[in-house]
């Protein structure tokens, strides 16, 4: 993500720096999870949930300079957050990995509809591709049909 010269609001918008920031409270949330579910996830899946981890590392890194770059402070990431439900187990941290990743598809989704910078829209579309194909990877782990739901970030 690269910000054009100007204020935020001139830029992309206010509406699109506030979606740019519910993105990054849902990336901080997602790297959060992962952290959560490796901890109960086998040696194949803990494997796969860092990589899903550091691609959300990558994405909170490009959403804070960004939004530092237009003069936007960046949200900060809470010291925990809820679960949906109790993580106990392999099969409720890979169903925590798909709800991060719902999370995280629906704020890219939000950003994309509302800004009108060809730059961010291309890189929420990027974040939001992404995310569809690792969440539906958790998918199948949890056995939830279909893998790739009809409309990611729905």
């Known amino acids: 993500m690269s910000a054009p010269a ?3 609001a001139e830029q992309f918008g206010p509406e699109a720096v506030d979606a740019l ?3 990054l409270a849902a990336e901080h949330a997602a790297l959060w999870c992962y952290g959560l ?3 109960f996830l086998g040696p194949q899946q803990a494997a796969q949930a860092r990589e899903d981890a550091a691609a959300h590392l990558d994405l909170r890194g490009a959403t804070e300079t960004t939004l530092g770059q237009i003069g936007a ?3 900060s990431a809470q010291p925990a957050y809820a679960t949906p439900q109790p993580v106990t187990d392999a099969a409720s941290a890979a169903a925590l990995a798909v709800v991060a990743e719902t999370d995280a598809m629906a ?3 939000s950003v994309m509809e509302r800004t009108e910078d060809a730059d961010l829209r291309r890189a929420a579309l ?3 591709t992404d995310g569809t194909l690792r969440c539906a990877r958790w998918r199948v782990v949890v056995g939830t ?3 790739i739901p009809v409309f990611p970030g729905r």
């Open 73 to 75: 402070r960046p949200v």
């Open 6 to 8: 100007g204020s935020p």
């Open 145 to 147: 049909p279909p893998a």
């Open 37 to 39: 579910a490796v901890a």
């Open 126 to 128: 990027s974040a939001l």
């Open 107 to 109: 704020a890219w989704r």
């Open 21 to 23: 920031q519910d993105a």
